[in-house]
């Protein structure tokens, strides 16, 4: 039997079905379920204890509980999942994707139990999932291949001697992996053993695999992966291809389709290769076969089996809902179109939007969302989102709140949009990457397509620059900000300030003092009878604003106006206008500066997370910034160096221990100095 007969008949059934679990969370669950409603189908969210209440959860018809927080205990427990399914009456799961999405054991499982998977077999997963095991496959196919090795022998000197034959730089990949983990860069052989032991930690924590290929790393790569979906009666198209060159440490963070790179001839050479390569193993049900260009030449990389994250923009050129193609194809019934019939029109581009900080090494952030802003999904805008208002971003799964996609008739216009989307968003409550992403597509390298894999690492300073400095128009926004949640406070109640009116013995003052970082800026306000006016140094100006509803407040200031989102939470001001982003806290003007926020000279755990290597050991004298131990947070390693010179007295903590934010995890003894400037 031949490797399509094989893959084609085991493993997996097509047939109608009602009933339709998601076995996943966050925006790709909430994604599936609208899809599969507008279909007629009856949706099953499951979910963790730390999801309670989450927004794929409210959506769904019916909703079981999994088990807890940690993803091994609810949406990676396999016997969980299928009881689930049963339980509730579902005779089909679609797996969104992460998770158990490329799980073959998952696929298997499913048809065990009689349950249709919305994906390829079991069997074409294992011949495309892994990345050696489907480079060897598209090796006989005549598929264009990477230099490299992705053999079976997995021992440090083979690897060694593998990578030294390729040539440096090489690329250390999980053959299991996806989203960046699992992978480094590795540029001297000397590097090579210590990133093997980190990839290999990384990939087992995250896939359950530690099997690792490696390949040449191209130089000024461009990242580029056609989109394919294949039925059970032998058809199978591709819906153009997307570029995803804009990345960072090997995760996507905006993605385009088509690619601009491409000329027409081009793009049909790379979706006939793409075709090819799905078609060695007669793929049923929607993947991604992804490509590394250095500029002339493609090579084939891998293939994801399963929707992607960015198949939205996929969407929006072709006109084809994927999601409902992935459930008629699990059906049983014929692809829609054939390639012929496919019509690729206008340019979309995506961003993700993630709880992350990007001035602190884009450590992910935890917290309630306690505004949830997002611009009307109209004009070419779509929001593919998994939060809300209220909800709680923890520490337990990926970061990723949102994507914002733009479409028009250009990419020029798809990328204004996008811009003006992004500049209208307000998440409050965790850090985002919304102003980094605005950079992004706002740098003309990027408008002008001059950009290659490693273009955000490099531009990294531009990308992320200090917060604008406050001016007297965002100083007076913050303070009608303060005034109109103080009348908001008082129910209506109107103040004599606002109205300019009766005051019984002249005019009143009000002084404000706010913080920006180090520094604080204060303004007088001055109210009764012919109005209000603002002093800000030695300018008084007329000052008047109207409350506008959903926080935005129009600001008229002398003869200028604007209308500002504000949002009062606390004694933290925030302020969005056309000049940028402003986080000020409203301090006593009569009082003493609050002292700095301590810590910063112990070695604490920024999240919560998982004690995966200790890097240095008791008694060793350390540099300022030498590693000290990784965490693995949020899926991604984390690793903590020394705040300054000294000698590591205590380790608090051992690999395997789980920590909370905040604890201290070792305690160094800062070195003598000799009082000498």
Not at 386 to 409: C, F, H, Q
């Amino acid at each position: 039997m031949n490797v399509e007969t094989s893959v084609r008949t085991s493993g997996n059934h097509f047939r109608r079905f009602d009933t339709l679990l998601i076995a996943n969370r966050g925006e790709i669950a909430a994604r599936v379920i609208r899809t599969a409603r507008a279909m007629g189908l009856r949706t099953v969210a499951v979910y963790s204890e730390a999801d309670r209440g989450a927004l794929h959860v409210e959506m769904a018809d019916d909703a079981v509980l999994l088990g807890p927080a940690r993803a091994a205990d609810s949406y990676l427990n396999i016997p969980k999942i299928v009881a689930a399914a049963k339980r509730a009456g579902a005779q089909a799961i679609h797996p969104g994707y992460g998770f158990l999405s490329e799980s073959a054991a998952f696929t298997q499982a499913c048809f065990d139990a009689d349950i249709v998977f919305v994906g390829p077999t079991a069997a074409m997963m294992t011949a495309m999932g892994s990345k050696s095991g489907s480079k060897q496959l598209m090796e006989k196919a005549g598929v264009p291949l990477v230099p490299g090795y992705h053999g079976a022998a997995q021992d440090d000197a083979t690897l060694q001697k593998a990578a030294d034959k390729i040539g440096y730089p090489v690329l250390v990949k999980a053959s299991a992996g996806g989203g960046g983990r699992g992978m480094r860069v590795v540029r001297k052989a000397e590097e090579l053993a210590a990133a093997l032991k980190s990839a290999r930690r990384e990939a087992k924590a995250a896939f359950g695999d530690d099997h690792m290929l490696i390949e040449k790393y191209v130089d000024n790569p461009r990242h580029i992966e056609v989109q394919v979906i294949g039925d059970s009666h032998g058809n199978l198209v591709s819906l153009f291809e997307r570029e995803c060159t804009l990345q960072r440490r090997h995760q996507k963070v905006v993605e385009e389709a088509p690619s601009p790179t491409l000329d027409a001839t081009q793009r049909e050479t790379i979706c006939a290769a793409a075709r090819k390569a799905a078609g060695a193993v007669g793929y049923v049900g929607a993947g991604t076969v992804e490509f590394v260009s250095d500029g002339r030449d493609v090579f084939f990389i891998e293939m994801n089996t399963r929707l992607q994250v960015e198949h939205p923009v996929t969407e929006l050129i072709s006109g084809v809902d994927l999601v409902e193609w992935q459930l008629r194809v699990a059906f049983g019934e014929k692809l829609p179109l054939t390639q012929d019939q496919l019509r690729l029109n206008g340019h979309a581009v995506e961003v993700r939007l993630y709880a992350e900080n990007p001035h602190k090494n884009f450590m992910p952030s935890v917290g309630r969302i306690s505004t949830w802003r997002m611009p009307p999904e109209r004009d070419g805008l779509r929001i593919d989102a998994g939060y809300r208002k209220g909800a709680s971003v923890t520490p337990y799964y990926d970061a990723m709140l949102a994507k914002v996609i733009a479409y028009g008739n250009s990419r020029e216009v798809a990328l204004a949009r996008l811009k003006h989307a992004l500049e209208e968003t307000d998440v409050r409550g965790v850090v985002t990457n919304v102003p980094f992403l605005t950079a992004l597509v706002s740098h003309e390298a990027v408008r002008a397509n001059a950009i290659d894999t490693g273009f955000i690492e490099r531009e990294l300073a531009k990308l992320t620059p200090p917060p604008p400095v406050v001016s007297d128009l965002e100083l007076a926004a913050a303070v009608a900000a303060v005034l109109a949640a103080e009348q908001r406070a008082a129910r209506g109640e109107v103040s004599p300030w606002l109205t300019g009116g009766w005051m019984p013995v002249g005019r009143r003052s009000r002084t404000f003092a706010f913080r920006q970082g180090a520094s604080e800026h204060r303004a007088v306000l001055h109210y009764g009878p012919g109005g209000a006016t603002l002093v800000v140094g030695e300018r008084e100006m007329p000052l008047s604003f109207a409350p506008r509803g959903d926080d935005t407040i129009e600001v008229t200031m002398a003869d200028m106006s604007t209308t500002v989102a504000a949002v009062v939470e606390g004694r933290q001001v925030y302020i969005r206008n056309r000049n940028g982003r402003f986080e000020l806290g409203l301090a006593d003007p009569f009082g003493v500066a609050d002292d700095e926020q301590g810590g910063h000279d112990r070695v604490v755990a920024p999240l919560p997370g998982t004690v995966v290597a200790l890097l240095a050991q008791e008694g060793a004298a350390v540099g300022k910034g030498d590693p000290i131990l990784t965490l693995e947070v949020m899926k991604m390693e984390q690793t903590l160096r020394a705040p300054f010179a000294g000698t590591l007295k205590q380790l608090k903590c051992k690999v395997g221990d789980i920590v909370q934010e905040g604890a201290e995890l070792a305690e160094i003894e800062a070195a003598e100095t000799d009082g000498k400037a």
